[in-house]
């Protein structure tokens, strides 16, 4: 499987919980651990650990997302000796290796890696992802099942575009290339642009000062090309919801 193929099945996995979950329906998100994208040279477990093997623990401890897994692994020292326990073709297997310091300066194991996730709903749900690749696409996935199952006249006739991953909370995440999403759905008459709004991290700013949160991005590029497509901010799916519903 195709790093572009993780990242698609788990951006769908949390739109279907999303969307099924904001439209009341009886759905259940299972966490089976992280795949493992990709390993960094220096990294200990280098030979190791191999794109589309699946950690399950860190020194015997198992995790709720990829991200509760990164925070327990940055929390160790440089140097410490760290078990890893993972599955491999359908066989469980665990090795030992040290903590290294990253590129970003923070403490890991040099890997990279995306929530493995399984979504049960008796509601039968098919995607169309001609064209699409990556987790971008998590909001309005999400927002697709909810309206069709829902709410099928929240567009009111509107194209509605937009752009966002999504997490197990209906988080909306930040997202690359922005502006040539807004150039893209100003041709295809899209009236409206859910574009992510969460503030520019710490990180981001040390390494530009003048970095900007895709919100921002995204007016700047309606500006540039003087269009009526309204540009409109979200943190999560409900606020989208709540923008066409109070913006009929």
Known sequence: MRINQFYMQTSQNMAKY??????????????????????????????????????????????????????????????????????EDGKVKSAEGKIITLENGKNGIGIGLIDRTEVTSDVPIRFSTAGIG????????????YTQIADPGLRNGRIVAGTGTIDRDGNVGDIGGIDKKVVA????????????????????????????????????????????????????LQDAIDYLKNNP
Do not use: C, H, W
Request: hydrophobic content about 35%; proline content about 3%; cysteine-free.
């Open 18 to 87: 999303q969307g099924l979950k904001t439209a009341g329906k009886d759905t259940e998100l299972k966490y089976l651990g992280v795949y493992v994208l990709t390993v960094t040279d220096n990294s200990t477990f280098k030979g190791i650990l191999n794109i589309a093997d699946t950690v399950t623990a860190v020194n015997d401890k198992t995790f709720d997302s990829s991200k509760d897994l990164v925070d327990y692994v940055n929390s160790q020292q440089l140097g410490d000796t760290v078990k890893v326990t993972y599955e």
């Open 185 to 236: 759905a100003s041709r295809q008459g899209a009236n409206v642009f859910f574009a992510p709004d969460n503030p520019v991290t710490e990180e981001a700013k040390k390494a530009d000062s003048n970095a900007k949160s895709n919100y921002e991005t995204a007016l700047e590029a309606a500006k540039t090309i003087k269009t009526e497509m309204k540009i409109v901010p979200v943190k999560t």
């Open 134 to 145: 990556g987790p971008s696409a998590g909001l309005m996935f999400s927002l697709a099942i």
